[in-house]
């Protein structure tokens, strides 16, 4: 009885997780990397941004224990990674003189290769991510978060953003009821800014969400699925302005509170102490010039 049904159930094992198509950045972290190796320039991803001027990735990046592996990491070597933001995590960019980003707090993992001109801003590519809340260090949602987003290689706009919480200006989106919802929206400098897909953001599951982004077509396209369940089609394809290159950023990005017209990025409130984080797992890059889409089935 036993030796029929393994052959049974074992392709349905193998094909859970496989990446089906040409894989541009593979973002999954080796079971054996440490939170030091983040910073070490042989990272998977960029060794030196996005983070707290004084703040290493040792410190930043946490291994959470007891968390289920992700939809693209069932038969791989890898594993769910934390990005944790607290008070010192104020980013001061180059600029002369350098300006602290003091109305923000965050922590973000950029793909090391993504220079802004790379080949993961060519032709037709999919971005896929896992997230999941992390009980133990809880974001607080009063306030308007960027956990995943693709920012113009010009830094003037981004080409979609996956937020959370209470949107900063609350008429930028009037469809966002509950603050702990995840959203995917489109080009930021679109007025209004343009929703294509919500979900609630459900404590203790993954949520994987998958974007293909036509850079030359200006076509996106949106998956997601919770759990283990292979990614559904949501949105699109539809029209997004997806001109500008850049790069993509998975982390925490909070946003000060405050009032509407303040400099969000030297002004608003920031409480303190601040110990938040949110888990991440099958990061990847592909290539879908062919169409070819990976769903997890
Ligand atoms: C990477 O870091 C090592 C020292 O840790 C250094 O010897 C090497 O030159 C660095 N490589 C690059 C490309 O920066
Ligand atoms: C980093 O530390 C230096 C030296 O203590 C301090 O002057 C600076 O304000 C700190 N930067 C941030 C963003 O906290
Ligand atoms: C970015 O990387 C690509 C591919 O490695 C390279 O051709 C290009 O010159 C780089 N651009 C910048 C601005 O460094
Ligand atoms: C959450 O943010 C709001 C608005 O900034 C602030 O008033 C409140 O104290 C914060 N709550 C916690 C637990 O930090
Ligand atoms: C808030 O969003 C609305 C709707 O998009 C926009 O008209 C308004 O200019 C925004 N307010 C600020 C201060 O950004
Ligand atoms: C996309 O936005 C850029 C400015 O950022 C603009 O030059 C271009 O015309 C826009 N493209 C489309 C198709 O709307």
């Known amino acids: 009885m036993f030796f029929f049904l393994f052959p049974l159930i ?11 198509c040409p894989i541009l950045f593979d973002g999954r972290v080796h079971k054996n990397v440490q939170p030091a190796d983040f910073d070490k320039n042989s990272s998977i991803y960029d060794h030196q941004f996005v983070h707290g001027q004084n703040q290493t990735w040792a410190e930043i990046i946490k291994f959470p224990e007891g968390v289920p592996p992700s939809l693209f990491e069932i038969s791989t070597n890898t ?9 010192n995590s104020i980013f001061v960019p180059g600029g002369d003189p350098p300006v602290p980003e003091t109305g923000f707090r965050r922590s973000e993992l950029i793909p090391a290769l993504n220079n802004g001109t790379d080949i993961t801003v060519q032709g037709t590519r999919t971005f896929h991510w896992s997230i999941r809340n992390d009980p133990t260090r809880p974001l607080n949602l009063s306030h308007e978060y960027h956990p995943v987003w693709h920012e113009t290689a010009d830094f003037s706009t981004s080409e979609i953003t996956f937020l959370t919480g209470k949107p900063f200006n609350q008429s930028f989106d009037p469809t966002v009821h509950d ?18 897909f919500q979900t609630p953001f459900l404590d203790d599951v993954w949520h994987n969400w ?20 292979p990614l559904k089609l ?7 302005n997806n001109s ?6 998975t982390g925490v990005f909070k946003l000060p509170t405050g009032p509407l017209g303040i400099d969000v990025l030297h002004q608003g409130f920031q409480e303190s102490p601040i110990n938040e984080g949110l888990i991440f797992g099958s990061i990847f890059i592909e290539d879908s010039n062919s169409g070819c889409v990976t769903l997890g089935n």
Not at 10 to 20: E, M, R, T
Not at 234 to 240: L, Q
């Open 244 to 249: 500008g290159g850049g790069q993509f950023h």
């Open 10 to 20: 074992f392709p349905s094992v193998l094909a859970l997780g496989n990446i089906k």
């Open 234 to 240: 949501v949105a699109g394809p539809a029209f997004n």
């Open 210 to 229: 998958a974007v293909t982004l036509g850079f030359e077509t200006n076509l996106l396209t949106v998956y997601y699925s919770i759990g283990l369940e």
């Open 179 to 196: 603050p702990k919802t995840l959203r995917l929206a489109g080009r930021q400098s679109n007025s209004p800014e343009t929703t294509f």
């Open 79 to 87: 594993k769910a990674v934390e990005v944790t933001i607290n008070q």
